[in-house]
């Protein structure tokens, strides 16, 4: 909190803007998870200003599987919360924002001001209740699967890992011969292994297992690694 506080504006200055909400992130998109505890001190803090708390958690679930907690305990934190349908979850599309009564009808009313809305939407949310109904219990497996790659990675001299343990579904990393050609290089030998990523950002990649990635293509590429890592240093 005491970084957040810093930050906070509450007196009027015509040449700042005056703070009038803290938004967390939980689990934060390089991966990682924030504890309850941090949530809560940050949640007593903005309650002391005045503020409300909005929570980011497209991956809301992640991170609870991660910090052993429900993630009502998470949200318990927080004033606000969306989290996302699609992302950990499986299904084709999809958020949910959660909060207050009063909270969700003025989201209505501001949706319907500018346009939102859709009609026959009944098979997404179907779509949306097979994925916390389904996929809510098989996570722990995205998560295994992605402590395998990240370790298989952290095995070769070719890679530098972020996070040889992630804390959920995502892997981190760099070429350690970085730059432009060696980066496509390893695109080039992925796609002739049948693997495929986006391209990397900054020169970052990020590999994600979900409910599309098998046991027998994590083996897969698992197996592969040792000959692409090979030639990325030849």
């Given at each position: 909190?005491?970084?957040?506080?810093s930050?906070?504006?509450l007196?009027?200055?015509?040449?700042?803007?005056?703070?009038?909400?803290?938004c967390?992130?939980?689990?934060?998109?390089?991966?990682?998870?924030?504890?309850?505890h941090?949530?809560a001190?940050?949640?007593?803090?903005?309650?002391?200003?005045g503020?409300?708390?909005h929570?980011?958690g497209?991956?809301?679930f992640?991170?609870a599987?991660?910090l052993?907690?429900?993630a009502?305990e998470?949200?318990g934190?927080?004033?606000?919360?969306m989290f996302?349908l699609?992302?950990?979850l499986g299904?084709?599309?999809g958020?949910?924002?959660?909060?207050p009564?009063?909270?969700i009808?003025e989201?209505?009313?501001?949706?319907?001001?500018?346009?939102g809305?859709?009609?026959?939407?009944?098979?997404?949310?179907a779509?949306?209740?097979v994925?916390?109904?389904e996929?809510?219990p098989?996570?722990v497996?995205?998560h295994?699967?992605a402590?395998?790659?990240a370790k298989?990675?952290?095995?070769l001299?070719?890679?530098?890992v972020?996070t040889?343990e992630?804390?959920?579904?995502?892997?981190?990393?760099?070429l350690?011969?970085g730059?432009?050609?060696a980066?496509?290089?390893f695109?080039?030998?992925l796609?002739?292994?049948?693997?495929l990523?986006?391209?990397?950002?900054?020169?970052?990649?990020?590999?994600?297992t979900?409910r599309?990635?098998?046991?027998?293509?994590?083996?897969?590429?698992?197996k592969?690694?040792p000959q692409?890592?090979?030639?990325?240093v030849?």
């Amino acid at each position: 909190w005491p970084d957040i506080a810093s930050r906070v504006r509450l007196e009027r200055d015509q040449h700042f803007p005056v703070s009038s909400l803290i938004c967390l992130e939980n689990a934060l998109s390089d991966g990682s998870v924030q504890p309850v505890h941090s949530m809560a001190e940050i949640k007593a803090g903005a309650e002391t200003a005045g503020l409300p708390v909005h929570l980011d958690g497209a991956r809301l679930f992640n991170a609870a599987l991660s910090l052993g907690v429900n993630a009502s305990e998470i949200a318990g934190e927080v004033d606000s919360l969306m989290f996302c349908l699609s992302k950990g979850l499986g299904a084709p599309v999809g958020s949910l924002l959660c909060g207050p009564e009063d909270f969700i009808e003025e989201a209505f009313y501001k949706r319907k001001i500018m346009g939102g809305g859709m009609r026959q939407a009944g098979i997404l949310a179907a779509a949306g209740l097979v994925a916390l109904d389904e996929e809510l219990p098989r996570l722990v497996e995205d998560h295994q699967m992605a402590q395998e790659l990240a370790k298989a990675f952290f095995s070769l001299e070719a890679f530098e890992v972020f996070t040889p343990e992630p804390d959920i579904n995502m892997v981190f990393l760099k070429l350690r011969s970085g730059g432009d050609a060696a980066e496509s290089k390893f695109l080039r030998l992925l796609e002739e292994a049948g693997i495929l990523t986006y391209p990397a950002e900054g020169g970052v990649f990020r590999f994600v297992t979900h409910r599309d990635i098998s046991g027998d293509q994590l083996s897969h590429t698992l197996k592969a690694l040792p000959q692409i890592a090979e030639e990325l240093v030849d």
